[in-house]
């Protein structure tokens, strides 16, 4: 009987505190936050503000962009951006992909306020430059894309690597 009873709060036990390792909880949103600060600055912020006209057309639902005022005074202008770099195509070294204010690892359609700002960027003079883990800063001009649906809407052309 007694064997029974140690073999039941054992068992309890373990069911009730397992070990530390199987017992990691997901991090609070402050952890979160001090772990993985966001690189938006007033120019990311401007890039956030682009929209959406929904339409249908033929039976199908067509997205139009729309660039309110403060971010169709950046087209043409010359901006400086820090963020992570995303390829668009496999390989190490890329003259095209995509910048973000979050890294690769961190899923950018996760958040709780919706999907976070990201860019095209072309490098300048065909350069190609090596993917990085570590945010980088670019420096490059804006092109507000209304109609190439190969391309995202906000590109940075003639863009450079900033040491």
């Known amino acids: 009987m007694l064997k029974y009873i140690l073999t039941l709060i054992l068992s309890l036990g373990l069911a009730c505190f397992p070990p530390l390792?199987?017992?990691?909880q997901p991090p609070t949103a402050?952890?979160?936050?001090?772990?993985?600060?966001?690189?938006m600055n007033k120019v990311w912020e401007t890039?956030?503000?682009?929209?959406?006209?929904v339409t249908k057309e033929n039976a199908?639902?067509?997205?139009?962009?729309h660039f309110p005022a403060p971010l169709a005074a950046l087209d043409?202008?010359?901006?400086e951006l820090q963020g992570y770099m995303i390829p668009?195509?496999?390989?190490?070294?890329?003259?095209?992909f995509m910048l973000s204010v979050l890294p690769i690892q961190q899923c950018m359609f996760c958040g709780q306020n919706g999907i976070p700002a990201m860019v095209e960027i072309t490098l300048s003079n065909g350069k190609k430059e090596r993917m990085s883990d570590r945010p980088v800063t670019i420096k490059g001009k804006t092109v507000l894309?209304?109609?190439?649906k190969d391309r995202l809407e906000i590109w940075v052309t003639?863009?450079?690597?900033m040491e």
């Not at 390792?21 to 990691?24: E, H, P, T």
């Not at 402050?30 to 690189?39: C, E, R």
């Not at 890039?47 to 006209?53: G, N, T």
């Open 21 to 24: 390792g199987c017992a990691q």
């Open 30 to 39: 402050l952890q979160h936050l001090q772990d993985h600060k966001p690189l």
């Open 47 to 53: 890039f956030d503000m682009l929209m959406y006209k």
């Open 60 to 65: 199908k639902t067509v997205y139009t962009p």
């Open 76 to 79: 043409g202008k010359t901006v």
């Open 88 to 96: 668009i195509k496999s390989g190490f070294r890329h003259n095209t």
């Open 145 to 148: 894309n209304r109609q190439q």
């Open 158 to 161: 003639e863009a450079v690597l």
